[in-house]
């Protein structure tokens, strides 16, 4: 290996900085002197990448949403395979964003011969499993961080290791206690501007619906890094804006004050899982993104909590099922019901006992160089 090894990562947005960033300060622990450059956002940046493409502007959701964003995806392929044929770094690691770093930057890393290693795989569990045939050839080694993942690759000869999950790092200090009679309920809308304008209003009119019948609840809305409160604000009724406070607190902290929580699929619904939060999770999508998943999605829920327990243990209402009297409905039945809520923590504890120990940015940097000895 190199005295001072060049590593490029690419992450196309805001969880992916989260967890790029991790990763880069884990990288610099372990082989200090490393070069960290690539695409990602202002955690990456802070811990020492050099950003030669904003994630932010890489950030979609939906088939109809990509067409919208087709000039900016061509001007970070661009930038990336320049950046990659320029530096030739010793390897390359890719953050999730499969359809920008499976189709648009593996490829022509694998002709410049570059290892790649993939942390935080595509879901390909889930949906476009002809994607393991582009994984097995193009990618050197990945890096799982949900349990179940681990065996689905080593199905298909794919080299393969579980690091664990990097969230669980975000509560090592937590304590368990009873949050019931917390008043505060956490509405979470995703950090994708498509999304919040789809599901944030729905959220709204439902905490309306349910602090009519609660009058002492507030509620909190985290936003992410790359969206403005005045993104959120515009969204909110101008006579129910006092009973919302918007918060760039870290999610794990912000939701140790909160008792319940409305959560868009993803991310999100997991780091709720392990602050033992009940939540109803929403998702809802361009009409024709909708059709088009469902018909290939392959897996029964949407939701990580779900797809961890394979089982429901918190409900999930998906496109036209993602309306106000549906989720009140919920709320009603597990915030309002000491039994409903104590189980539901119950087997969120329990799912996150089976998660393993926190260290995955730590593991997968060891694996990363690793790999990177491998290839000397």
Sequence with gaps: MRKSPHLVIVAGEDSGDFHGANLAAALQRQSPGI????IGGRKMAA????VIFPSARLAVIGLTEVLGRISAIR??????REHLFKVRPDL????????????????FAHKLKIPIVYYISPKVWAWRQGRVAAINRLIDKVLVILP???EFFKKHNVAVEYVGNPLLDDFTTFISRDRRRIHNIAL????????IKRLLPEMITAARFYQREQPEVRFVIP??????????ERL??????????LSRQPLASLLDEVSFALVTSGTATLETALAEIPMVVIYKVNQLSYLVGKRVIKVPFISLVNLIAEKEIVPELIQAEARPEKIVKHMRRLRDSKLNYDGTVHNLRKLKSGLGKPGAAERAAAAIIDELKKHE
């Design 92 to 107: 390359l690691i890719l953050i999730d964003f499969p359809g920008f770093n499976l189709h648009l930057v593996a490829p």
């Design 75 to 80: 001007a970070g392929r661009k930038a990336i």
């Design 236 to 245: 909110i009724p101008v006579n129910f804006g006092k009973y919302i406070t």
């Design 188 to 195: 979470i809308p995703g950090s994708r501007s498509g999304e």
């Design 35 to 38: 070069k960290l450059s690539g």
């Design 47 to 50: 811990r020492g990448v050099e």
């Design 223 to 232: 936003v992410a890094p790359s969206i403005t409160f005045a993104d959120i």
């Design 148 to 150: 179940f993942e681990k």
